[in-house]
């Protein structure tokens, strides 16, 4: 998972105990960012400018700030089970994406509770994410498509984030229970790349 900066990195593994580690790629040392973890981890993020650690389980996104070593957030879901996670490149806003064919949007400004919540996809949502600098996010879904919204956030806190459907991606094939499992945005351009079940990746200009 990327990091605060170049240093650090995270590794999750099936085990109660100590499930998330955090390493400094520099020092070679590695740090708990909690004792347990509460519930199973689906996903994991670092916002992009603070020292907060975002932690995605079935039903909540855990916000800890890993100076204090302490929670500072609890995001409910309002899902039965969370399946991916994308926070906003300014850090105030996350989505979270479910196997219940749902879309969460969170502006942490606002609320600990969804300020939006939409049904675009018809099957289980694999895979979120946000363009790195262009007002754009995308989500894939074991329906084969990929959705991309424009998702303005403004600077001025007492305008609400703008989320506006722009265009459904069809490429890949069906086949199996599986359909589109990933995408990410080329950080410069407005290119989606998406990776699916029937082995192929294809890139949308």
Do not use: E, M
């Given at each position: 998972s990327s990091g605060i900066n170049a240093e650090y990195g995270v590794t999750m593994r099936d085990s109660p105990s100590c499930a998330v580690l955090?390493?400094?790629i520099q020092t070679g040392t590695s740090q708990k960012p909690f004792n347990k973890s509460k519930g199973l981890v689906q996903q994991v993020a670092f916002h992009p400018n603070k020292p907060f650690f975002?932690?995605?389980s079935q039903r909540y996104v855990r916000v800890y700030n890993l100076v204090k070593q302490a929670m500072?957030?609890?995001l409910v879901c309002g899902v039965k089970w969370a399946s991916c996670m994308a926070v906003h490149p300014k850090g105030d806003?996350?989505?979270v994406g479910s196997y219940d064919k749902s879309l969460i949007w969170f502006d942490m400004d606002l609320s600990t509770k969804p300020y939006k919540s939409l049904q675009q996809h018809k099957k289980a949502v694999r895979d979120v994410c946000f363009h790195p600098r262009l007002p754009l996010y995308s989500s894939v879904s074991d329906d084969?498509?990929?959705i991309v919204t424009h998702g303005m956030?403004?600077?001025d806190l007492v305008k609400n984030p703008l989320i506006v459907p722009v265009k459904v991606l069809r490429a890949h094939k069906a086949g199996s229970k599986?359909?589109?499992l990933s995408n990410v945005f080329h950080p410069n351009q407005p290119w989606l790349f998406t990776g699916g079940a029937?082995?192929?990746i294809w890139l949308y200009v």
């Open positions: 955090i390493h400094n975002f932690v995605l500072v957030r609890k806003n996350v989505i084969c498509s990929a956030v403004y600077d599986y359909g589109v029937d082995g192929d």
